[in-house]
């Protein structure tokens, strides 16, 4: 019987965001207030005011997420038997674990948000889902989009079984999207972001994050952290840095990650942060499991 704690990216913002739990809670209005002196701006007021539009930017979006998913878990006294997160997820989830500090954390999500924005910027791309259809055969078309347009597009995020999310240059994913749709696919759109997220196109975001990577403290973890990148568990330093590097321009194995964690034993599982996404990715991959959330 074990537990595993969960941690959503982007995607899950709302505008009211924290907003009950910073009036009702001194610990989670306390982790609130240090983020601020920490970034040097107000970022509550973007979460709890908005506009929705300034919310929706990318560089004020993963530091929104990530301080609300670790101020809420911190208030939870919990101590999971293993963490991941979804994308920017998995720095909430290293927080969690003890592995890096909430102050390092929150200095290097501010500025991957900062420098995938920008990517997103100069290399014009875009996402799409992909619904009712094998991965392998959204991986085939894919390739197949990529060489008709000579533009990259490629599987960006495993979310739960028949639901693919592909990113890539703009003609290449509607060239995908439009495949898909021709082949059967139950439902194929294109999303509305900033960038072509987990694919070549954030690889200036990658070069300018390197540094910083390289530099951050990292501890041994008090439980398995399962990367996006492998879907596998670790708790080796060295690793954990690999990946956060690794899954800028690599997919989010979101469906492995949760097999993975039920195969080794979590029976369990709690999503904390804004949203009920992850909840519905762990129903959709094992209506069994037993699934919870801290919103």
């Known amino acids: 019987m074990s537990t595993a704690y969960l941690f959503p990216g982007q995607g899950s913002q709302f505008v009211g965001m924290g907003a009950d739990h910073y009036e009702s809670n001194t610990s989670f209005k306390a982790t609130f207030d240090s983020a601020n002196d920490i970034l040097g701006f107000d970022l509550t007021s973007i979460m709890f005011d908005g506009p929705e539009e300034s919310l929706k930017q990318t560089e004020f979006t993963q530091p929104a997420i990530f301080l609300h998913s670790v101020a809420l878990f911190s208030t939870l006294e919990a101590k999971p038997d293993m963490v991941a997160g979804h994308s920017l997820g998995e720095f909430s989830a290293l927080v969690a674990s003890g592995a890096v500090s909430f102050e390092d954390a929150l200095r290097i999500v501010r500025k991957r948000g900062q420098l995938m924005q920008k990517a997103g910027s100069d290399n014009p791309g875009t996402m799409a889902a992909v619904i009712g259809m094998d991965d392998e055969v959204v991986e085939l078309l894919c390739k197949e989009a990529s060489e008709a347009t000579g533009k990259e597009v490629v599987a960006a995020n495993y979310n739960c079984p028949g639901q693919l999310v592909i990113s890539g240059y703009v003609e290449a994913v509607e060239k995908a999207v439009e495949m898909a749709s021709e082949r059967g696919a139950r439902m194929a759109k294109l999303l509305p972001v900033s960038g072509a997220f987990h694919s070549s196109l954030m690889q200036p975001a990658l070069d300018g994050l390197r540094s910083e990577l390289e530099q951050l403290n990292i501890s041994v973890p008090n439980c398995p952290i399962y990367s996006n990148?492998?879907?596998?568990?670790?708790?080796?330093?060295?690793?954990?840095?690999?990946?956060?590097?690794?899954?800028?321009?690599?997919?989010?194995?979101?469906?492995?990650?949760?097999?993975?964690?039920?195969?080794?034993g979590a029976t369990s599982f709690?999503?904390?942060?804004?949203g009920k996404?992850?909840?519905g990715l762990v129903k959709r991959t094992n209506r069994k499991a037993e699934i919870s959330g801290h919103q």
Not at 233 to 241: G, L
């Open 229 to 264: 990148y492998t879907a596998q568990p670790t708790s080796d330093i060295e690793e954990i840095r690999s990946n956060l590097l690794n899954q800028l321009l690599n997919p989010v194995r979101w469906t492995q990650t949760l097999l993975n964690m039920m195969e080794n």
């Open 270 to 274: 709690v999503e904390v942060g804004p």
């Open 277 to 279: 996404v992850l909840q």
